[in-house]
């Protein structure tokens, strides 16, 4: 049996992220799992499932799709390794709403200050 190398570890931020996930369909559920898996196992994550959010200190959101709907999770990385997952949305238009990325950078800001 051969163990796995993982790239990195996702960690789940508070509440913030099972909140979002229990409201969501089994098979939405799923797609987020598998995606969440692979952003630990692979090296390169095309943009496809994990990108940087422009203009923002070092925000990037998750990308899942299931069928027609969209969803999103912010996220960020702690030194390097660590992916801290935090709140999440359906996504309903082109751009990512302003509101949604506020509240991720004050979470993000809770999570740095909680560390010191």
Not at 87 to 94: M, V
Request: charged letters at 35%.
């Amino acid at each position: 049996m051969t163990v796995k190398q993982k790239y990195r570890s996702v960690i789940l931020y508070k509440d913030y992220f099972q909140d979002f996930f229990e409201k969501q369909r089994n098979k939405v559920k799923d797609k987020i799992i598998w995606t969440l898996e692979l952003i630990e196992d692979i090296q390169k994550i095309p943009d496809t499932y994990l990108k940087y959010i422009e203009n923002t200190d070092g925000l990037y959101e998750i990308r899942v799709q299931q069928g027609n709907d969209i969803f999103r999770i912010f996220c960020f990385f702690d030194q390097g390794r660590l992916l801290i997952v935090m709140n999440g949305f359906q996504k309903k238009s082109q751009k990512t709403p302003k509101k949604e990325i506020s509240k991720a950078l004050k979470i993000k800001v809770q999570y740095e200050n909680g560390k010191q």
